[in-house]
């Protein structure tokens, strides 16, 4: 099947420690995408890339780092630099801007202890 | 700053009856819409997008968007319980691979 897996779906970390959450997509997509939810909150960018190699910053980008080695891959770690790390994270996918519709992963609930 | 509005809720329609849910965006250029549903805990889940003026229908849900006024909506006919949840507006502004979605608005259907 077709789609968008995301690991862990639950971790926790205590302060200090960088982590890595994992995102991968089977869609072909070039797109891909991070957000941060927190309750009750909409959805923030944090990091996308449009293409192997390339990607940039969001509107929330402090404290996140990414990678995309591989069209299928795009991982984000949350180093020991943000703040307020407690949230829900979700990664996206999408064909771009032939329908532009963006697809999700089921999310990563990072606790910070 | 680009901007998508929508009223956070919560709207509660009884079951069987139509919900209207309402989103306003600022860049005129925008050229792609979409609705996403959204469960409590649970990842967003794509219903309805959208690219030209007029109305769009998929089974229950329809889509209706208005580039003159920058609104756009969502109308579910036949609520039903499982239709509770978080509805959030997104749109790709002109000139840009990022969505600007919307905070969100709460849907409860009452039994």
């Known amino acids: 099947d077709g789609g968008i897996t995301q690991s862990p779906k639950y971790l926790f970390r205590k302060e200090g420690q960088n982590v890595t959450l994992s995102c991968e997509q089977n869609?072909?997509?070039?797109?891909m995408y991070w957000y941060r939810q927190d309750p009750g909150q909409g959805l923030r960018l944090i990091y996308y890339?449009?293409?192997?190699?390339?990607?940039q910053k969001g509107d929330i980008a402090e404290g996140y780092s990414v990678s995309r080695e591989k069209k299928e891959s795009f991982p984000l770690t949350v180093t020991s630099a943000q703040k307020n790390p407690t949230a829900f994270y979700l990664c996206?996918?999408?064909?771009?801007?032939?329908?532009?519709?963006?697809?999700f992963g089921e999310g990563s609930r990072l606790t910070v202890l | 700053q680009k901007e998508v509005e929508q009223n956070s809720g919560p709207l509660s329609v009884p079951e069987g009856a139509i919900a209207s849910l309402n989103c306003t965006y600022s860049?005129?250029?925008?050229?792609?819409f979409f609705w996403y549903r959204q469960y409590s805990g649970k990842s967003p889940e794509l219903i309805m997008s959208?690219?030209?003026?007029g109305d769009k229908e998929d089974g229950r849900f329809t889509a209706q968007l208005n580039k003159a006024s920058q609104y756009v909506s969502l109308l579910i006919r036949d609520s039903q319980p499982s239709d509770s949840a978080t509805y959030l507006c997104?749109?790709?502004?002109?000139?840009?691979?990022?969505?600007?979605f919307g905070t969100g608005t709460r849907l409860k259907v009452l039994a």
């Open positions: 869609l072909n997509h070039d797109a």
């Open positions: 890339s449009q293409i192997v190699n390339d990607f």
């Open positions: 997104a749109v790709i502004p002109s000139g840009t691979y990022k969505y600007i």
């Open positions: 996206a996918s999408s064909d771009g801007l032939l329908t532009g519709e963006l697809f």
């Open positions: 959208i690219y030209s003026n």
């Open positions: 860049d005129r250029g925008s050229q792609s």
